[in-house]
């Protein structure tokens, strides 16, 4: 993602942004872990390769960007309403890091986990 300054040009990797959202998703108390996308996060998360943005998807778009998360949380909790405040945390961390116009944020529980 680009970003023009005053100075210049900013240019942010999709894998920090995803780093970026994945911390602020694993930061909320309720989620356990972040599940694999994709088959590929899958195998990486075998290595241990990518753990703080495995589970995230980013796509850019013109005038912002949308974010998928997939997780796991505790069992017993509301899932709306966790699903709500980890778009909350996500959208707000984000924007406030990067400047970047968050468009959308979909969370996907993947699972649930016993303590």
């Not at 040009?9 to 930061?27: D, F, K, T, Y």
Request: charge should be negative; charged fraction near 25%.
């Amino acid at each position: 993602m680009k970003i023009k300054l005053e100075k210049g040009l900013l240019e942010i990797s999709p894998e920090v942004l995803s780093a970026i959202c994945g911390n602020a998703a694993n930061r909320c108390l309720w989620v356990k872990n972040m599940a694999p996308a994709s088959a590929a996060d899958s195998i990486a998360g075998m290595f241990g390769i990518g753990k703080l943005y495995r589970g995230v998807r980013v796509t850019e778009h013109e005038d912002g960007i949308d974010i998928e998360l997939h997780i796991r949380i505790k069992h017993g909790m509301n899932i709306s309403a966790v699903c709500s405040s980890i778009i909350d945390e996500v959208r707000y961390t984000v924007e406030d890091a990067t400047g970047i116009r968050v468009l959308n944020v979909n969370v996907c529980v993947d699972g649930l986990v016993n303590d």
